[in-house]
Nanobody
Framework: QVQLVESGGELVQAGASLRLSCAAS????????MGWFRQSPGKEREMVAA????????YYVDSVKGRFTISRDNAKNTVYLQMNSLKPEDTAVYYC?????????????????WGQGTQVTVSS
């Protein structure tokens, strides 16, 4: 089992930056690839970014490339999502998830453990 707790979401203006954190506990964190997903009302949950267990491979959805950066600190059992140049369309609940595998995956079915989510609201 892996327990995940997200933090860092808040209300900001367009153009601002935020850093989300996800603290993991339970089974060995460094064995799992990690991902950030988001969901806004009436929309499907979508993957935003993912990172391999070692951190040497990443994935980003096209809409956040060049603005968001995923990283991890295995010594602290924490994964981060640095979000720059935020836009109103980035408004959503952001979820951290742990994959069953060590390699990067954009397939939501590979993610077995989920946090409770943190709200990010970007005003125009």
């Amino acid at each position: 089992q892996v327990q995940l707790v997200e933090s860092g979401g808040e209300l900001v203006q367009a153009g601002a930056s935020l850093r989300l954190s996800c603290a993991a506990s339970g089974r060995t964190f460094s064995n799992n690839a990690m991902g950030w997903f988001r969901q806004s009302p009436g929309k499907e949950r979508e993957m935003v970014a993912a990172i391999s267990r070692s951190g040497d491979s990443t994935y980003y959805v096209d809409s956040v490339k060049g603005r968001f950066t995923i990283s991890r600190d295995n010594a602290k059992n924490t994964v981060y999502l640095q979000m720059n140049s935020l836009k109103p369309e980035d408004t959503a609940v952001y979820y951290c998830a742990a994959s069953l595998f060590g390699v990067v995956s954009s397939d939501r079915r590979n993610y077995a453990y989920w946090g409770q989510g943190t709200q990010v609201t970007v005003s125009s």
